[in-house]
């Protein structure tokens, strides 16, 4: 046997855990206790800074330098010591007695009474903490004289270190690598970063009356969307996608899938065969292959999962293991159960810092009555009221099939456990689906 957490240890640790009525704050307790050590197992790799676009950062890193290496100004003016201007109220005049450019270090003196024509970026001279912005000056021959006394001494300079300080963490292991971040890793002068090895996850549908796009489609029969709105996430978290196709509901088809699945990738996410009717044979196979557990959430949509690690060997702890998410079938729960369980359980694994896509609260546009002990996701649309306020209003039928109302919707609307009603007006949580791109 390996040793890896199994689940009765994560779930011996949690206070009021019931598989058959499980809140959502418990099913992620759970899931962070089953992916969270894959972390210490997740190879780090080195990559170009560009490349590290997207990527989970694996170690601290350290500011080698100063950020900006010198004092500097921040507008294009004239440099002087700042001290002078405490003297007297008469209007300040200045002899210009050198030139200091960005990349172009004025080297000399700058003695009382003078000042240095100095570009924004430039080192400040030898002498100088304080600059003047051009346009509050008038030039007459070799001097100057202030036409403005809004200068206090220090403004407009920029100080060594202000941006990143040498020996400090520039950015912390953990961290998702946004183009802040890129331009930020270049300004200290690293071409490389070390990063988490991309995860891999294989997915596929299960049903017999599931069609593939492409295939006629018989009566009775549906296409396969989940395995498209599933590969649109997955891509989004940038991990490495297997698409396994549809296997049908039969116990050595799924059986062979699942160790398939287990040997290749990290992690398994399939949809379907999880409700109560079809629960039951997929049970027993599964324990044959690892240790997995049945829910019944209490959410909506989104209520049946199976969750847990499979093997691809002979027995349970052999050969190589998976995190398995077992989502339910119906197309919008798939949505849901990914944004709030999947996605959370593979940045666990990643080491990401917790960033979870921030929830919002914001003005409902309307009443929305819903019942308490459970936590219900409604697909919502938010906009910007006539006053200027962020709104959110739902988006139609809300059935856990209707992918029309999730295409319509940009956030999900959050409905708390202990909720019963949200009347117009009041705030309500959201999660939105895209911050910027
Ligand atoms: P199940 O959980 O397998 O009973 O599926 C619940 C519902 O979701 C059924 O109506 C299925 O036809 C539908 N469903 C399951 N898998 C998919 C899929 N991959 N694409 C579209 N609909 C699906
Ligand atoms: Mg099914």
Redesign the pocket.
Known sequence: MSALTNLDQIVSCITGYDPDALPVDKALEVIDGLCAPVTQTLAIERVAVREALGRVLAEDLISPINVPSHDNSAMDGYAFDGSQLQVSDAQVRLSVVGEAFAGRVYSGECPAGACIRIMTGAVMPRGCNTVIPQEFTERQGEEIVFLSRAVRSGDNRRLAGEDLAAGHPALQAGRIIRPADLGLVASLGYAELPVRRRLRVAFF???D??RSVGEPLEAGC?Y????YTIFGMLRRLGVDVVDMGVIADQPEALENAFRRAAESSDAIVT?????VG?ADFIKSMMAKLGDVTFWRIAMRPGRPMAFGRLWSGEAVGEGQSAVLFGL????VAVMVTFYIFVRHGLLTMLGAQAEQGLPLNVVSDERIPKKPGRTEYRRGQLFIGPDGRAKVRTTGGQGS?ILRSMSDANCLVVLDHETNLIEKGEPVKVLPFDGLV
Do not use: A
């Open positions: 549908s299960t049903g009356e599931l549906v396969d969307s989940n395995r949809s379907g065969g999880v409700s079809e339910p079938g119906n197309p099939g």
